[in-house]
């Protein structure tokens, strides 16, 4: 018997606990607080980037707490739930007290609570109670739900009273923070988050997830037929504008021109105009000028394919794109790169920045002009020379051997799951122990299980790495250095190419949304009723006997006592001006 | 004449007004309280003006938008808010020396517009993700909420002042209205500015549905909007069920301002999406 009781005190205890206040500011509380750590440490960003601004410490203790990525961090979702719980049972613990106030039906006065009051109004009229009685009544009856009126001792009394269901408002606030997160919670459960690149004229049928590199299909098929973007005289972006049709069974369904602020919606799914970006062109037209001559020949090349030149100059291939080009300083631009292999010779590699069409890399006057053009557009740039650099990684374990090829900044595979690597720059002389031993390539590898290592790998010493003593042993193989866009007395220029840009769209599906939606009206509606409106009761008595009769008109409200004071005010001054 | 030739005459309006309500104030006399009222009710007429005239202008532009999309925009908008809000306080109180403390305010919002040498008060044009109808919708609750909460912050520095003067009784009086009466607009301030910015949070939400695909992100001046609304939220909690008063919600009125305030500029400083406010 003892234990029972002791059992349910201590559940009294512990619902008067998750029912408290007190509960509910400490864990508001805790919530900005720790919201605050949020906004200091970027939220989601590469592991490698945490671990080269915090180093190792912070970087281990900081990801331990989930602090980049805090507010889906357990302990802040139980926060939050906790807040949850502490709403629904403080609710479910009130509710039933204001439910009597609010339903009964004969509400009850007390007299003595009326006259009590400080700020009560008093006057007199030179008339009997029974001339106002009737006439009050009825003015009260009009501005109240609820009056009544009642003879109490030797005076009477005109009660009245209204907005007692203005009492649930705080309820409609609270119950809107539990549909938000009720809304949020759907979202998580049933939607997802992703993002897709569409080139222009092509289709997709599915979306890579924001989180892990899963793909989800959509369940239709979707098309960019044309993508603009459009800009203000000072530069800035006016618009992006995406055509996409959604195609089913092979037939276009619905066809809309997306912008920013105007998603397209489609079978629960929305696709949000979010970025761009020019594809790598494919097509373009390479002219070839001999610099002795002044003899040129133009020529229509496509990416990767080898083309034949005239006048047994040999052969030449476009490699490769690069939107920006740095070299010496300079910003060159869109820039194709390309091999020459002249009839008799080795293969030359060759860099053709396409704002730049007289570029000569022998030439100082050509990179003096590069350099006057950008000085105007005031760019500044100490980049190094990007490198295409091809790296061996032999593995301890197997003996095999692999060849890899990246530029700098570039995340590899390393071979065998032993993680990624990063190259993370070269520089032009690196020192061993205090001697030069020319230049290195600096990497980071980053293992499964998060840690960092630097490694450094001079290019002259291929066994360097083996000092390290790792599972991999990494060596330079081939130090790509660009070569002159005019070799053999030839200037190689791209004179036009296909320009096709591709479209960036952020895709979502959240069933929760109109959950969440409806969360924030009942927000706004519940915090009015909450906050501008009361419950208010009122009192009238009429006492006196004869022709004179004096009246009390003094009212009461669950909130803003010094508003009823001022409408009490007002009332009286009514009352009397009534004839 | 060009609106912001009329917002740096109205800055000086601003400052006359403060003068005078200061001087209405300490010297407790009528006349610079007048002068003071009508100084006020002139410049925030030429504040309103002002800013329907950038409105005018930005579609002479060919820009066409309302005026609420930047920091000078914005700052120039919250003394206006902020001057009405202590217009209609001061005539519900029947006291002018609410005045004596939000004029300087006001002043020193439009001056940091109008006067900062690295604030731009050109019109631009709107980038896409600002393109919305909700722009204004959003924008107005959002700094309704703000003025509210800076007039209550003033009502709390009033309480403070108040306090202290009357327990210290070696010292003169401190001419201010009760205690009582301060405490009671502090809360009044707090419960509006709590609407509007609930308000503002929400257009806010709905509109980052629609532009970026989802109504909440935890960016920086989300995360700081929910931090401000928490801190009034415990406020009021506080408030209505423990029956905090008087001093301590003045302490917490002047935290909550000073989460307003960080909300509004220190955001800036810190990576995200809200950049708009940002310095150019």
């Not at chain 1, 970027?42 to 970087?59: M, R």
């Not at chain 1, 009856?141 to 649930?168: D, L, M, P, Q």
């Not at chain 2, 003006?49 to 930005?58: D, M, N, T, V, Y």
């Not at chain 2, 509007?196 to 920086?220: E, H, M």
Request: proline share 4%; glycine share 8%; net charge positive.
């Amino acid at each position: 018997m003892k234990n029972a009781a002791e059992r349910l005190a201590f559940h009294h205890t512990i619902w008067n606990f998750l029912a408290s206040v007190r509960l509910t500011v400490i864990v508001l509380l805790s919530l900005a607080a720790t919201s605050v750590v949020g906004t200091l440490i970027p939220q989601n960003a590469a592991s490698d980037w945490y671990y080269h601004k915090y180093g190792e410490t912070l970087f281990r203790l900081f990801s331990g707490m989930h602090l980049f990525d805090m507010y889906h961090a357990w302990w802040f979702q139980a926060l939050i739930a906790i807040l949850v719980v502490n709403i629904v049972i403080c609710s479910i613990d009130r509710i039933p007290g204001v439910w009597k106030i609010v339903t009964v039906q004969q509400p009850k006065f007390n007299i003595e609570q009326f006259r009590k009051q400080a700020d009560a109004e008093n006057y007199t009229v030179q008339q009997p109670p029974d001339a106002l009685r009737e006439r009050y009544a009825r003015y009260v009856s009009r501005h109240f739900g609820y009056h009544r009126v009642e003879n109490i001792g030797k005076s009477t009394c005109i009660f009245a009273e209204k907005g007692r269901w203005t009492r649930f408002g705080v309820y409609g606030v609270h119950f809107s923070v539990v549909l938000m997160l009720t809304g949020s919670l759907i979202g998580l459960i049933a939607g997802f988050d992703g993002f897709v690149n569409i080139p222009e004229g092509e289709t997709i049928s599915a979306a890579r997830l924001n989180n892990g590199d899963t793909s989800q299909p959509l369940g239709f098929a979707v098309r960019c037929d044309d993508f603009d973007v459009s800009f203000y005289e000072n530069g800035a972006p006016k618009e992006y504008r995406s055509r996409l049709s959604v195609i089913e069974n092979n037939a276009t369904v619905l066809q809309k021109d997306i912008i920013v602020n105007d998603p397209l919606r489609y079978k629960g799914i929305n696709m949000y105009q979010s970025s761009y970006g020019k594809m790598p062109p494919d097509e373009m037209t390479v002219r070839f000028t001999a610099i002795n001559s002044g003899k040129s020949v133009e020529v229509a090349a496509k990416m990767g394919e080898t083309i034949t030149l005239p006048d047994q100059l040999g052969t030449f291939v476009v490699q490769d794109f690069k939107s920006s080009y740095p070299f010496k300083g300079h910003r060159l631009g869109e820039t194709f790169i390309g091999r020459w292999t002249p009839a008799s010779g080795t293969p030359v590699d060759m860099i053709m920045p396409y704002p730049f069409p007289e570029f000569d890399i022998h030439d100082p006057d050509s990179v003096q002009r590069v350099a006057a053009f950008q000085a105007s557009e005031q760019m500044s740039a100490t980049e190094e020379l990007p490198r295409t650099i091809t790296l061996e990684f032999t593995s301890k374990a197997s003996g095999m051997t692999y060849s890899r090829s990246a530029s700098v900044g570039e995340k590899i595979e390393i071979p065998e799951g032993q993680g990624t690597f990063v190259i993370s720059e070269v520089k032009r002389s690196y020192a061993f122990m205090g001697n030069p031993i020319g230049e290195a390539v600096i990497g980071r590898i980053e293992r499964k299980s998060g840690a960092m290592e630097t490694v450094a790998l001079p290019v002259r010493f291929s066994n360097f790495d083996k000092m390290r003593k790792g599972e991999m042993v990494i060596s330079v193989v081939d130090f790509q250095k660009p070569a002159p866009a005019a070799a053999g007395g030839l200037i190689v220029s791209v004179e036009a190419y296909s320009e096709k840009y591709y479209t960036g769209l952020q895709v979502t599906k959240d069933p929760g949304v109109l959950v969440v939606y409806l969360g924030f009206i009942v927000m706004i509606l519940g915090s009015y009723v909450t906050f501008f409106t009361s419950h208010q009761r009122v009192c009238i008595e009429l006492s006196g006997s004869g022709k004179n009769t004096r009246v009390l008109v003094s009212g009461t409200a669950n909130k803003n006592k010094l508003g009823m004071q001022k409408r009490m005010k007002h009332l009286s001054r009514r009352l009397q001006q009534l004839d | 004449m060009s609106s912001s030739y009329i917002l740096s005459i109205v800055t000086f309006v601003y400052a006359v007004s403060a003068c005078l309500y200061i001087a209405a104030w300490i010297f407790k006399k009528n006349l610079p309280g007048k002068l003071a009222v009508s100084c006020l009710i002139i410049a925030a007429a030429g504040n309103a003006a002002g800013i329907l005239l950038r409105w005018k202008e930005s579609y002479d532009l060919g820009m066409g938008h309302a005026p609420f999309s930047n920091l000078y925009e914005s700052l120039v908008f919250y003394s206006l808010v902020i001057a009405i809000i202590s217009l209609v306080m001061e005539f519900r109180l029947g006291s002018r020396v609410i005045g004596a403390f939000t004029t300087p305010l006001i002043f020193l919002a439009i001056a940091y517009a109008s006067l900062s040498p690295n604030m731009s008060d050109h019109i631009q044009p709107l980038i896409p993700a600002l393109k919305s109808n909700w722009l204004i919708a959003h924008v107005m609750t959002c700094f309704l909420g703000y003025a509210g909460f800076a007039v209550a912050f003033v009502a709390s520095l009033m309480y403070l002042i108040k306090t202290r003067s009357t327990e210290d009784r070696d010292q003169q009086p401190i001419h201010l209205p009760s205690s009582t009466v301060l405490d009671d607009i502090t809360h009044q301030l707090v419960m509006f500015g709590f609407f509007f910015l609930t308000i503002g949070i929400i257009t806010g939400a709905v509109w980052a549905n629609s532009a970026w695909g989802r109504y909440w992100g935890w960016d920086p001046k989300e995360t700081w909007s929910l931090i401000t609304w928490i801190i009034y939220a415990g406020l009021l909690h506080a408030r209505l069920m423990r029956g905090w008063q008087g001093k301590r919600i003045a302490l917490l009125s002047i935290i909550g301002f000073s989460a307003v305030i960080f909300t509004y500029f220190g955001v800036n400083y810190l990576p995200g999406l809200h950049s708009y406010g940002q310095m150019p």
